[in-house]
């Protein structure tokens, strides 16, 4: 399964960037975008993960699996 990250998610990390960078925590941005990245992989390698949501059945793809990360 191809892992697709929405529009309203990458505004959401590009605000929790910013956020971080401002407290001056980029430490906390780099392990933030390495476990998206790990559980992006997972996610892809196993679809079955996470928890049904609704609003991804848009795109598409399964049932609109998620996960939280």
Known sequence: MKVRITKPAQ????QIDDYYKKKGNR????????DIKKKSE???QNP???????HLKELGQ??????LL
């Open 48 to 54: 079955e993960l996470g928890q049904e949501e609704d």
């Open 27 to 34: 430490s906390h941005v780099t392990k933030l975008k390495k």
């Open 42 to 44: 997972l996610l892809s």
């Open 11 to 14: 505004r959401r990390l590009r």
């Open 62 to 67: 399964g049932k609109g699996i998620g996960m």
